[in-house]
């Protein structure tokens, strides 16, 4: 099992970061993928899915800032991020949706700073 996260770092408010999650081909190919975010205290949510064809969906507060998108002969996921905030901060994952898998791999934190 391989779900490996990158592309984390640190911005100022307004920037942007493109995350990046490889995943073993058993997981990716009929799947749905998400990326799913922790806040420090916070429980894990959902932020985006992506199906097989690239149907998306976006959590309210990341709409219109966060595009998700797969690259599918590449077993990749992608979460572009713009206009960043604070809120933000987090650990980032990639994993199947809507039954994530037991395995989440050590994520990508990001943080903004105001």
């Given at each position: 099992?391989?779900?490996?996260?990158?592309?984390?770092?640190?911005?100022?408010?307004g920037g942007s970061l493109r995350l990046s999650c490889a995943a073993?081909?058993?997981?990716?190919?009929?799947?749905?993928m998400g990326w799913y975010r922790q806040a420090p205290g916070k429980q894990r949510e959902l932020v985006a899915t992506i199906t097989s064809r690239?149907?998306?969906s976006y959590a309210d507060s990341?709409?219109?800032r966060f595009t998700i998108s797969?690259?599918?002969?590449?077993?990749t996921?992608?979460?572009q991020m713009n206009s960043l905030k604070p809120?933000?901060?987090a650990v980032y994952y990639c994993n199947t949706v809507p039954r994530p898998l037991s395995y989440w791999g050590q994520g990508t934190q990001v943080t903004v700073s105001s």
């Open positions: 099992v391989q779900l490996q996260a990158s592309g984390g770092g640190s911005v100022r408010a073993s081909g058993s997981i990716f190919s009929l799947n749905v690239a149907v998306t990341v709409k219109g797969r690259d599918n002969a590449k077993n996921v992608f979460l809120e933000d901060i």
